[in-house]
């Protein structure tokens, strides 16, 4: 069966640190991946797209990477803020469905 | 604009009795998606729409929950009878569609549904 699977325990990093989220994936064979935010009581919001052919994809504090190889995908954080406290959710298409992991709760303290 | 509105925020019932979400997507977007979030998990796809069509309904439990996409534009899912079990987030999200693929989706705050 497919699976997405990321960390299910909560990361806790120190403010100006570099947060690493990790994202596996079986039984995919994306073109595609997204990740997302998702802060209490709202719903998920995008964040970033990367494509099977591109290894990394940058935005402002935002990196991806993804390794089709190794059916990963991490997602970096640098110079991590509390404002970036949140859990944040990898997700793959399975045809035209969007499928979602778990998340993974990031604590960034000052 | 407007994004994905849904009502209402909060739902309490009791068991047994039906209970009724309701969804408008962004304009112009032809995919529409309904998912169920239990705490500390992620979205689970319950039902997707392409304009009025339903497709991808496996994970829908048919024997309680129903969902319409009238004219393609609004939708509304519904459980009766409910279950304890049923307590969770209801979200919606819409995104352009097929035509577009692996397009980002647009979510609305969703419903929280308690059950006692």
């Known amino acids: 069966s497919q699976k997405i699977e990321q960390n299910s325990e909560a990361l806790n990093i120190q403010e100006g640190k570099t947060a690493t989220l990790t994202c596996n994936y079986t039984?995919?064979?994306?073109?595609?991946l997204q990740w997302y935010r998702q802060d209490p009581g709202r719903g998920p919001v995008f964040l970033l797209l990367?494509?099977?052919?591109?290894k990394e994809k940058r935005k402002e504090r935002l990196k991806v990477t993804f390794d089709t190889t190794l059916k990963q995908s991490l997602f970096h954080i640098t110079a991590s803020q509390p404002a970036d406290s949140a859990t944040y959710l990898c997700?793959?298409?399975?045809?035209?469905?969007?499928?979602f992991g778990k998340g993974t709760s990031l604590l960034v303290t000052p | 604009e407007a994004g994905v509105v849904q009502s209402p925020r909060y739902k309490i019932i009791e068991k047994k009795q039906p209970v009724a979400f309701w969804c408008n997507p962004i304009?112009?977007?032809?995919?529409l998606y309904w998912y169920l979030q239990n705490l500390g998990q992620g979205p689970e796809l319950l039902i997707r729409?392409?304009?009025?069509?339903?497709?991808?309904d496996s994970q829908l439990p048919k024997d309680r929950f129903s969902a319409e996409r009238l004219k393609g534009v609004d939708s509304t899912l519904k459980i009766q009878p409910a279950e304890l079990g049923d307590s969770a987030v209801y979200l919606c999200?819409?995104?352009?569609?097929?035509?577009?693929?692996?397009?980002?989706?647009?979510f609305g705050q969703g419903t929280r549904l308690t059950v006692v």
């Open positions: 999200a819409s995104s352009l569609g097929i035509g577009v693929p692996n397009t980002e989706a647009f």
């Open positions: 997700a793959l298409y399975s045809g035209y469905a969007l499928n």
């Open positions: 304009s112009g977007h032809n995919t």
């Open positions: 729409y392409e304009n009025e069509e339903a497709v991808d």
């Open positions: 039984n995919y064979s994306p073109a595609y």
């Open positions: 990367i494509r099977e052919n591109e």
